[in-house]
């Protein structure tokens, strides 16, 4: 099983948005309340659990995004 990035490849955000030019995708993702972030060559960067929410429909907030959580329970060592 390969593991995915944390963000989405480019040619990911070009199914997405339906443009293969950055500056497209940028104009895109920001008409259509993506968030983002630039590269140094100006290209989008997109989290992939905040646009797997963003497809099912879900507002991407800072409690739905994480993925799971867990604590360190060391109650049984020793």
Known sequence: MELQSETLIED??????GYQIPSK???????N???YTLTGARRPVV????ARLKLAGVKPTTT??????WTLDLSRVG
Do not use: F, K, M, P
């Open 12 to 17: 990911e955000i070009a199914a997405i948005t």
């Open 25 to 31: 995708q940028i104009s895109w993702l920001a008409n």
């Open 33 to 35: 309340g993506w968030q």
């Open 47 to 50: 989290g992939r659990v905040y």
């Open 64 to 69: 739905n995004a994480v993925a799971e959580t």
